[in-house]
Structure formats: structure tokens, C-alpha cells
């Protein structure tokens, strides 16, 4: 580490965010760390990382020291490489990344430039600086009130119950926190009117209940509004439970939440319920269901798992829910794409693309597959990710738009993908470097 000094060494974090040496105070810029590789970054031994240290100006090395998430000497207080306006730092006490306190009251962080992190003063009415302490997803409490803070400030909710105040946290995706006591319900600082406490929960990423009813809620452009629907449905709500994921069942039947949608799943029996194996497909005693929908035309007794979102039976493919035409089961499986590539399926006919629409039919394209041997046909992965490299029991092949382009040469056992053949075949594919056989003109010595 260039400009570091053996002599008074020593990290002062386990993540390595701060190090200091007699003289100097240093800090690690994690946007900047450099990972130096050789052209075939496959083997871990051949990665090296480069740290950038950089010097924090002004910091003492004698008194700097670490408090939970900020650091501070006899004079600043830093948060990571800049200094905190306007703090005092004998005083200093942390109460969040956002909120601080010293001699002189609570303090809120602002933007940051070159010369530091801008704080401003709170100034609340009733604010008891000596209880004041942070809670969960924003909200703060001391002995006389409840706040949140929101937008660089601070707000008090009024008439909240300190005794039996809780923030709840949420179990799915939702960037919506609540909270609430014996009385109320809260969004941000906002009390919801028309819910009640009485085993409230949040049931999916944008559904609520409470003893009464289930809600849709929406948030606003500017996060500080909730648009709250009532759902119109029969539903036991003392007996409704979850089910498994995004199912729930109150004493006769079985409801399905999306995200953004709430539907009754018609006629399934919700003492048989199950989800098939560890898919996204369910089933009860005389049905299969996907997204709460049922699947028509599916055989009960001869389904078979392919994988998370594609089962078949006898008869037909069925992927996410949907029967995939002029698909036969017999010799069928599908080689997922992962993020780059299509997804590619095989069965005793041919070899397909599926091409996803999020808002039209997916649609199946034929591939050029001629010589291939569709029972041993498999997909090679690369490092990083999926590849259109293919073999089977006789070859290596290079699937090249909607044709597989067998690779002269190649040894089936000891071929694999890198980063380099990567780049190597599309630019060969590019220049069509083929034979009069459509094979790739490449063995492996031209690369190594």
C-alpha cells in the first residue's frame, strides 16, 4: 500500500474502511478497488485485488477512533472520508447513518461537497435529547413522543401510544414500512384512517388486512401517500392464514395474491392444497394450478417436474402455466439462458427458441438442429453465465442465430467456455470462417 508507513500500522475495522500508521489516517474507496486478472480470469489464483488507501486530510492518528459507522479524533467527526459540519466531536454520539447528536442537540446529515457533510440542527418542540434512540425503517422514539423521519426532517406523530408502539417490519419486497399501537395504524408519520390495529398484517408486497377486511394500498409519486382499496370479497378473516407463497385459505377456500392483484382461485379443494415439489406450480385432489389460475387439459396422474416454472404429463409441456403447442413431452427438457441468451428446448422432434413477451404469446421458433443427436443434446455453461455452446454424444456445437454450426475440432470432453472463446467465436461467426460443411474452422490450438 503506497504511502503507508510499517511504523504504528493497524486496521481499525474488520472491513477494512479505515487503517492508520504513525502519521496519517487512511481511508479505503470501495468505489474504486481494482481487481487485476490475466486474459483467462477462470482460475481464482490468477485475480488480485488492488485497495486504494487514500489519506484523511486533517485526521489525528493519536485520538482517531471508530464509533459504530463514523470516526473521530479530538477535533472532526468523519463518515467515511468527509467531515461532519458544525459537529462537536467530544460530544459525538451516533443515532443513525442519518441522525446525530452532541452538546448542542440532535442533528440531521444533508448533502455532502468537497469540504464535508452539511448538518442541520432539529429544532422539535417536546424532544427529549437524553431518551432519544432510533427504532426500525425510520422511526425514532424518546420519552415523550414517536417520530419519522422523512425528507431531511423529522416529524412527530401525534397521539401515537409509547407504551405499545411497534414497527413492523415487512416480509416481501415492499420499500412500505408501517408500524402501530393499541389505537392506530401508521404510514410514515400518517395515521391510516379506517384500519385498525386488530391483527393487522401485511400480506403480500402491496396487500393489508386487519380484522375487518383486506386493503390494496398504493403509494404516491412522492412516497408520502397511500391510496388505500378496499377488497369486496367474502372472506373468514378470523381464520384466513397463509397458505405457502403468495396463497391463503380461510375455513373453505383458497385465495391467490399477486403483487398488484387479489382473485379467488375457483373450486380448489383446500384440504388437498400443495405445492408440487419445490415449483411454482400447486395442485389439490382434481386440479394444477399456476399463478392462481387453473391449468386446463392436464393429465393428474403422469406429471413430471422439469423444473421451477415447467412441468409436463403424458400428453403435453406446460410452461409457466401456459401449454406450449406442437411441443411433445417424449425426450423433452429446456436449457434456461440464464441473463444473456435464450432459453432453448429440445424434444424427440427438434430443437426450439423461446422467445418470452411479457405482453404478447411467447413464441416457439424451429432451430436448425440437422445431425444432432436430440437425446444427449446439452448446453455448456460459462463462467459467468449461460453460453450458445452445445455438444452432445458427437460433437461441440455453436448455435449461431436460429442454426447449430458444429466446431471442427473440438474435443467434447475437455471442452469448455471462457471469456476468451467467447469473444473468439463471435468474432469467427462474424467473418463466417466456415467449411463447405457449415463447420467452424477452429480447433483449440488456435486459441491456446
Excluded at 418542540?125 to 425510520?138: H, I
Excluded at 398488484?260 to 415439489?277: G, P
Aim: hydrophobic share 35%.
Amino acid at each position: 500500500m503506497e504511502g503507508v508507513s510499517p511504523k504504528g500500522f493497524e486496521i481499525l475495522d474488520n472491513d477494512l474502511n479505515f487503517i492508520k500508521d504513525y502519521k496519517n489516517v487512511f481511508y479505503l474507496d470501495k468505489n474504486n478497488v481494482y481487481i487485476v486478472a490475466s486474459e483467462r480470469p477462470i482460475s481464482t489464483d490468477s485475480i488480485n485485488t488492488k485497495l486504494n488507501f487514500y489519506k484523511l486530510i486533517g485526521a489525528n492518528p493519536k485520538t482517531f477512533e471508530l464509533i459504530d459507522n463514523f470516526g473521530r479524533d479530538d477535533k472532526n467527526v468523519y463518515f467515511l472520508d468527509k467531515k461532519l459540519k458544525g459537529i462537536d466531536a467530544k460530544t459525538f454520539e451516533e443515532i443513525s447513518f442519518s441522525i446525530v447528536k452532541d452538546k448542542n442537540g440532535l442533528h440531521i446529515l444533508l448533502n455532502s461537497d468537497d469540504f464535508g457533510i452539511k448538518t442541520r440542527n432539529l429544532k422539535i418542540s417536546g424532544l427529549d435529547l437524553k431518551t432519544f434512540k432510533k427504532l426500525e425503517n425510520g422511526y425514532y422514539k424518546d420519552k415523550n413522543n414517536v417520530y419519522y423521519d422523512l425528507d431531511n426532517n423529522l416529524y412527530t406523530i401525534k397521539n401515537a401510544d409509547l407504551a405499545t408502539f411497534e414497527v413492523l417490519n415487512s416480509p416481501y419486497s415492499s420499500s412500505v414500512y408501517f408500524a402501530k399501537d393499541k389505537n392506530n395504524v401508521y404510514y410514515n408519520e400518517k395515521k391510516l384512517d379506517g384500519i385498525v390495529p386488530n391483527d393487522f398484517e401485511q400480506i403480500q408486497s402491496y396487500f393489508i388486512k386487519d380484522k375487518n377486511g383486506i386493503y390494496k394500498f398504493e403509494e404516491s409519486e412522492n412516497e408520502q401517500d397511500l391510496k388505500i382499496t378496499p377488497i369486496n370479497a367474502k372472506i373468514d378473516f378470523k381464520n384466513l392464514k397463509e397458505l405457502d407463497w403468495k396463497y391463503f385459505g380461510d375455513d373453505k377456500n383458497i385465495y391467490y395474491f399477486d403483487e398488484d392483484s387479489f382473485k379467488k382461485v375457483d373450486k380448489a379443494d383446500i384440504n388437498s392444497f400443495e405445492r408440487i415439489d419445490s415449483t411454482d406450480f400447486f395442485k389439490d385432489k382434481n386440479n394444477v394450478y399456476y399463478e392462481g389460475e387453473k391449468i386446463e387439459g392436464i393429465d393428474m396422474n403422469s406429471i413430471e417436474v422439469i423444473n421451477g416454472m415447467c412441468i409436463k404429463d403424458k400428453n403435453s409441456v406446460f410452461y409457466e402455466g401456459k401449454k406450449l403447442r406442437n411441443i411433445s413431452p417424449n425426450n423433452f427438457n429446456i436449457f434456461d439462458g440464464g441473463i444473456s441468451y435464450d432459453k432453448i428446448l429440445v424434444d424427440k422432434n427438434g430443437t426450439y427458441k423461446l422467445l418470452e413477451n411479457e405482453n404478447q404469446k411467447d413464441k416457439i421458433i424451429p432451430l436448425d438442429s440437422k445431425n444432432i443427436d436430440l437425446k444427449t443434446l446439452e448446453r455448456i455453461d460459462s463462467p459467468m453465465d449461460s453460453s450458445n455452446y452445445f455438444k452432445d454424444k458427437n460433437g461441440v456445437y455453436f448455435l449461431n442465430g436460429e442454426k447449430f454450426v458444429k466446431i471442427n475440432g473440438a474435443d467434447i470432453d475437455t471442452f469448455e467456455v471462457t471469456m476468451s472463446e467467447i469473444i473468439l467465436f463471435e468474432l469467427l461467426i462474424n467473418q463466417k470462417l466456415e467449411n463447405k460443411k457449415g463447420e467452424l474452422l477452429w480447433t483449440l490450438k488456435d486459441i491456446c
